[in-house]
């Protein structure tokens, strides 16, 4: 009952938004801007940057509000717009390379374990850390759940080269987490 | 402890963490809306049109209005010049119909007409009389076709007809009308004041300046009046067609406003 009842009052807050109504935009906003900056800050760098690609998603949202049919969830729909905007920024900027590398053949998804959990931040470091391509990849396969065929669609790239860089990705974060081990605990 | 899937973790974190934007963030995203609304939304763009529209109609209509109403006092000015005009025949009339009266009485009536004449009625009648030199000759080329003395074939009827137009007819027949008044009246009453006789002439004055004025047998229409009829009508239609185009750009407006703020 009271996931319909929210479902209805979406669907009445984006009746009005759709119709340019700025305090229905504004909620809107309020409700989701936290969730989408954080999503877009995992793809860049710096949040300044993070915040500006954020307003572009949200421009991009209000504008299209339309072509919103209530087909599965609103939050999916906004996320997958700031996905894309964050992409589109990273190409512009033009550190979205994917050299070609020897692709891995039968390469196979190992699940990397670590001994105790990490802080966000922590996380968030080790991310940074990355290559911009080995990042988005990884971002896109690990944490939004992109298969390897959508990603190589949305990347244009493909699917051997999306399950390289998650190779590449993964490797590099074991490094990092090992080398982090060891300074903290003294071990691997 | 048991190991925790890193990636497994990573999502769990990330999925659920959020990052609080600056304070700046929304001002800049309304006023991108704001010009995202006003150059793709036509609509905007035909309120701004509508508005200066209704504000040139405005202005027109202002200028239009004086400018009729100088137009509105000419045509009043005019109007009242032929009227003035038609009142200067009125007595001209009067004594052309004493003149024809008391000619063609003279002529056509027996001793009773003789003994109205005779009367002081008609001594005042006559002294009022001042021939008019457009009226004397039609009078006697009247009594000449009816004596007879002139052969028709001397005279171009049809030019004669053309000329005792309808307004001539019916001024004869007022004066046969007041003669006949004026011999009941002797006969009633033995004699016929002069206070009755002008009395009579006065009635058959006015029926035949309202008859002037009025021009309805004659078919002549007034250009003038018609005129000013007819640009009365277009101001009417054209000033509703305003008010009208006002008044729904008003509406437009007032509607576009409050949707805006809310």
Not at chain 2, 81 to 110: F, G, H, R, W, Y
Not at chain 2, 137 to 160: F, H, M, Q, W
Request: glycine residues 2%.
């Amino acid at each position: 009952m009271k996931l319909v009842s929210l479902h209805k009052n979406y669907q009445k807050l984006i009746s009005k938004a759709a119709a340019g109504n700025r305090k229905a935009q504004h909620q809107i906003y309020e409700l989701f801007a936290p969730k989408m900056l954080s999503v877009c800050r995992q793809y860049l760098k710096h949040m300044e940057e993070a915040e500006a690609v954020m307003l572009s998603g949200f421009l991009k949202v209000f504008t299209r509000l339309d072509s919103f049919k209530g087909e599965g969830s609103f939050e999916g729909w906004i996320r997958r717009i700031m996905v894309n905007e964050s992409i589109s920024r990273l190409r512009q900027n033009k550190n979205l390379e994917f050299r070609s590398e020897q692709e891995i053949e039968n390469s196979m998804d190992h699940a990397a374990y670590i001994e105790s959990a990490m802080e966000v931040e922590e996380i968030q470091k080790l991310i940074d850390e990355l290559a911009d391509g080995y990042r988005t990849v990884f971002i896109l396969y690990a944490v939004e759940g992109y298969k390897h065929s959508e990603i190589a669609e949305l990347l244009n790239i493909s699917e051997n080269t999306s399950k390289t860089q998650l190779y590449k990705a993964r490797k590099q974060l074991q490094q990092h987490v090992s080398a982090q081990n060891k300074l903290n605990y003294g071990t691997r | 402890m048991e190991p925790v899937n890193f990636e497994e973790h990573i999502r769990e974190k990330l999925q659920d963490r959020e990052l609080k934007p600056s304070e700046a963030t929304w001002d800049q995203l309304s006023s991108q809306l704001d010009q995202e609304m006003l150059s793709n939304n036509p609509g905007w763009r035909w309120m701004a049109i509508a508005a200066s529209l209704i504000g040139i109609l405005l202005m027109i209509t202002m200028v239009f209005n004086t400018s009729e109403m100088e137009n509105a006092d000419n045509i009043v000015e005019e109007n009242t010049i032929p009227q003035e005009s038609s009142d200067a025949p009125s007595p001209k009339l009067e004594a052309s119909e004493v003149v024809l009266a008391t000619q063609i009485s003279e002529e056509n009536n027996t001793k009773q007409n003789s003994e109205v004449a005779t009367t002081k009625e008609d001594v005042v009648i006559e002294e009022k009389i001042k021939p008019q030199q457009k009226v004397a000759p039609l009078v006697e080329d009247l009594s000449r076709l009816e004596e007879g003395d002139i052969a028709k074939e001397d005279y171009d009827t049809n030019k004669l007809k053309e000329t005792l137009d309808e307004s001539a007819l019916f001024m004869n027949n007022k004066v046969n009308e007041v003669v006949a008044s004026v011999q009941a009246i002797q006969q009633k009453n033995d004699s016929v004041t002069v206070a009755e006789v002008e009395a009579l002439l006065a009635t058959a004055n006015r029926e035949i300046a309202n008859r002037r004025i009025l021009e309805s047998s004659t078919s002549k229409i007034d250009p003038v009046m018609l005129l000013s009829d007819v640009e009365k009508e277009l101001e009417r239609s054209f000033r509703d067609k305003v008010f009208k185009i006002l008044g729904e750009g008003f509406e437009q407006v007032r509607t576009a406003v409050a949707e805006r703020n809310n």
